[in-house]
């Protein structure tokens, strides 16, 4: 036990040898330190801290050039949106204009094409009534296309009796015409 012991205090010898040198050294550097930290500060002054009442204005301050700053923003953006309602009333009329054109188109279009259908349904009449060797000597000098449009319009015995009459080989390119007429319509 006494090496134990013996152990012990060397140990607790070199610990406290250990410690007054860390405080030799800690006393030696604070000198230098403090020096240090002393010229600094006479090189630096002190900055005073603002008043309580500097800082109130300072404040305000930041606050009524951030509120001039959003003012400005919404007078832009006011006049942007005023643009635009501006911009769409004029499409909007542009639209309602265009909306009154097509329909002016549309009804000037219905009106021919009723008009054209009234005409050839007239003339098909006429032609139905006429006498059969009048009409086919008429037809003879239709191009095949034109005379098959009012062949299929007419009742089927004046037809029959108009093409009965014709050369054959136009009353063949009428007939062939008015066969094709429907071949390539969709089936399904």
Same mark, same amino acid.
């Given at each position: 036990?006494?090496? %134990?012991?013996?152990?012990?205090?060397?140990?607790?010898?070199?610990?406290?040898?250990?410690?007054?040198?860390?405080?030799?050294?800690?006393?030696?550097?604070?000198? $230098?330190?403090?020096?240090?930290?002393?010229?600094?500060?006479?090189?630096?002054?002190?900055? /005073?801290? $603002?008043?309580?009442?500097?800082?109130?204005?300072?404040?305000?301050?930041?606050?009524?050039?951030?509120?001039?700053?959003?003012?400005?923003?919404?007078?832009?953006?006011?006049?942007?949106? *005023?643009?635009?309602? %501006?911009?769409?009333?004029?499409?909007?009329?542009?639209?309602?204009?265009? /909306?009154?054109?097509?329909?002016?188109?549309?009804?000037?279009?219905?009106?021919?094409?009723?008009?054209?259908?009234?005409?050839?349904?007239?003339?098909?009449?006429?032609?139905?009534?006429?006498? $059969?060797?009048?009409?086919?000597?008429?037809?003879?000098?239709?191009?095949?296309?034109?005379?098959?449009?009012?062949?299929? *319009?007419?009742? $089927?015995?004046?037809?029959?009796?108009?093409?009965?009459?014709?050369?054959?080989?136009?009353?063949?390119? %009428?007939?062939?015409?008015?066969?094709?007429?429907?071949?390539?319509?969709?089936?399904?």
């Amino acid at each position: 036990m006494a090496v %134990v012991k013996g152990q012990k205090q060397v140990l607790v010898t070199v610990a406290f040898l250990l410690l007054m040198s860390g405080g030799v050294r800690i006393a030696i550097g604070m000198g $230098p330190a403090m020096a240090i930290a002393e010229a600094r500060a006479e090189e630096q002054p002190m900055q /005073q801290e $603002p008043k309580p009442a500097e800082n109130v204005d300072l404040v305000l301050s930041a606050l009524n050039e951030r509120e001039e700053r959003i003012s400005e923003r919404e007078l832009a953006i006011d006049d942007r949106l *005023r643009a635009l309602s %501006v911009a769409e009333e004029e499409l909007s009329e542009r639209l309602s204009e265009l /909306q009154a054109a097509e329909d002016s188109l549309l009804a000037a279009l219905a009106l021919s094409e009723t008009a054209n259908d009234q005409d050839i349904a007239r003339l098909t009449v006429v032609y139905e009534n006429m006498k $059969p060797a009048d009409a086919v000597g008429l037809f003879e000098q239709m191009a095949p296309e034109f005379a098959s449009g009012f062949l299929v *319009r007419m009742q $089927p015995v004046a037809a029959a009796n108009i093409m009965a009459g014709l050369d054959p080989q136009t009353a063949y390119s %009428v007939s062939a015409i008015i066969a094709g007429r429907n071949a390539n319509a969709p089936t399904q």
